[in-house]
């Protein structure tokens, strides 16, 4: 009488598979807090260098605010075609007479 063989163990069981995300939303609030922290460091950069190198300044220039219309120009026009069209078609240097003459009359406009 042979003896029965043995029982086999019990196989153990399966690993559970890693979680698949949170969908949509998970990636989505991933990418916002990616933006926001490179937000942050371009800020945090942008100091750095404000730091080093001084404030950056701007400056707002408003030009002919309330002013009449510009008739000035106008008496040097003629002065101011000749100088455009001498530049047009030699060298700067050719065309100094024509630069004096501009600079002559808008001096007694």
Known sequence: AAAPPPAAAPAAAPAPAP???GGMMSGLMGSMMSGMAT???MSVANRAVDAVMGPRQTEVVHRHEGAPAAAAPA???LQQDQL???MQTK???SCQFYLDALKAC???A
């Open 19 to 21: 979680a698949a995300g």
């Open 39 to 41: 937000g942050v460091g």
């Open 106 to 108: 808008q001096q007694t």
């Open 91 to 93: 060298d700067a240097a």
């Open 84 to 86: 455009n069209q001498c």
């Open 75 to 77: 008496a040097c026009q």
